[in-house]
């Protein structure tokens, strides 16, 4: 049996953000290669994370995901947990591979049957569930097919998407597409830190257009089943996102800003919202050899109504266009585009706390995309220290929630629709290329036995939701 410690007087005192009280969801989030383990249960095939664990030295430690938090036994439990926590709301995400096993075919009875049990059991304390269709586990059969960068895996994904929804739909009406497509397409087959481990640009960008591709195909096929069965269905995409600023006001630095935010944000914002792509990205990927594979009623395709935007954020940056020797150019005859440090404090993950910058974004955001918004994730990892007593006593989380949610506020404040706030992760987890070495939960997991412990951070998070909303 898992047992559950609960700090019960945190040393930071939790606040109320009256901006925050009226019509907003608070909840916690998770991702499913990240805490359920089981990677071989009951069906379920392999992933392109569970094959790039086993790539000598792609890992830390060489970690794997094979147990994780063991969420897809001790689920019941951990339901608990989260309602323990006063949120009203639990963002997690579908295992593809458990689901459809190999990308292709009918849905795996038993694959499913998890997550109606999870959906359930949320229903049954009272929390709403918040389902994510795609966090990063591509079916690898897909991938030894050709991966995101083919247009065939936009088809398969819409597939799934539609006999995900079909099998729970009736139970979820808050839905996501994909989570953080720069991330599966620039880190995973730009820079190769991520799965699959490729190292090719024009493949990433290729994987960029058919994600959004299959994000549009996944939602117009969504809505028809909503529609066939006369569900009730709010449709969004996840994003991660910072505020992007030049680090002077000299050409070349706003050069930097513009070209960092075509590449990170435009480049899915404006087809997303707007049905087309960045204009000035456009003219200039031709110098790097790339060509967007836009086919005729693609943009169409991708330019779903949202219901809303989901927000993943975690620092900004400012850029400048020149290198360490103040050159301009790169040795491929380039544009520089490089960050540079605010001097701010750092998180374990050597990014800078930026919360000043979710403000700037957010508000960004609903003036030029006018789309409802809630940050899906916000979270930071430190190096926890575990008390004598058992308790962990997270100070350095607590500051750091507290002033992005003083940052979230401060945006509805200035009239901003933000509709909510996921703290991430509600559990320490699997953290993709860095193992098991980065925390980032408000609940403390101890990987040898799976014991739970609410740290001081989850402690301030429940009472400052309670606080906030007068219970």
């Known amino acids: 049996m898992t047992t559950h410690a609960t700090t019960t007087t945190p040393l930071g005192a939790p606040r109320a953000f009256p901006e925050l009280a009226e019509n907003f969801t608070w909840g916690v989030a998770t991702s499913a290669y990240q805490i359920e383990g089981a990677t071989e249960a009951d069906g379920r095939t392999a992933s392109i994370w569970d094959t790039f664990c086993r790539v000598p030295g792609a890992v830390a430690n060489g970690d794997t995901g094979d147990a994780a938090c063991d969420h897809y036994r001790l689920m019941p439990e951990d339901v608990k947990l989260i309602a323990g926590l006063g949120v009203d709301s639990y963002r997690f995400s579908l295992a593809w591979p458990r689901i459809q096993p190999g990308g292709r075919g009918p849905v795996n009875a038993k694959g499913i049957a998890f997550y109606d049990r999870l959906v359930d059991t949320l229903l049954e304390h009272g929390i709403t569930p918040w389902a994510t269709l795609y966090h990063w586990d591509l079916p690898q059969e897909l991938e030894d097919a050709g991966g995101w960068p083919e247009r065939d895996t936009a088809h398969r994904f819409a597939e799934y998407a539609e006999l995900t929804y079909r099998a729970l739909g009736d139970r979820v009406v808050n839905w996501t597409t994909l989570n953080e497509p ?18 090719d640009f024009s493949e990433a960008l290729h994987a960029v257009h058919h994600l959004l591709l299959g994000h ?38 706003r050069e930097a800003a513009r070209r960092s935010d075509a590449l990170g944000a435009r480049l899915y914002l404006d087809a997303l919202v707007h049905g087309r792509y960045p204009e000035d990205l456009l003219a200039e990927l031709p110098s790097v050899g790339v060509t967007l594979p836009v086919q005729e009623g693609d943009l169409a395709t991708i330019a779903q109504p949202l219901d809303l935007l989901g927000v993943n ?12 020797h103040g050159e ?16 701010l404090p750092r998180t374990a993950m050597d990014w800078e706390i930026v919360p000043a910058g979710l403000t700037r974004l957010l508000l960004r955001l609903d003036r ?16 926890d220290t575990v008390a004598a007593d058992g308790e962990v006593r997270d100070e350095d989380r607590v500051a750091y929630l507290a002033g992005h949610l003083a940052a979230v506020a401060e945006a509805r404040a200035q009239g901003a629709d933000v509709r909510g706030y996921f703290a991430w992760s509600l559990f320490d987890n699997f953290e993709w290329a860095y193992g098991y070495d980065k925390r980032f939960g408000i609940v403390r997991v101890d990987y040898d036995t799976q014991r739970r412990t609410v740290k001081e951070s989850g402690a301030w998070y429940r009472d400052t939701v309670r606080l906030t909303r007068g219970r």
Not at 182 to 199: D, F, I, K, Q, T
Not at 328 to 343: A, I, M, S
């Open 216 to 253: 549009g195909m996944a939602a117009q096929r969504m809505r028809a089943a909503a529609a066939e069965a006369d569900n009730e269905l709010s449709l969004g995409i996840v994003l991660n996102l910072g505020h992007g600023s030049p680090a002077s006001d000299s050409e070349q630095d």
């Open 313 to 324: 954020y975690y620092t900004s940056h400012q850029f400048t266009g020149t290198d360490e």
């Open 182 to 199: 720069w991330c599966s397409a620039m880190l995973g087959y730009h820079e190769g830190v991520h799965a699959p481990g490729r190292r």
């Open 328 to 343: 301009t150019t790169d040795e491929r005859g380039l544009p520089v585009v490089r960050t540079v440090p605010f001097g």
């Open 368 to 383: 030029e995309y006018g789309v409802p918004l809630v940050v899906t994730e916000n979270g930071a990892a430190f190096d």
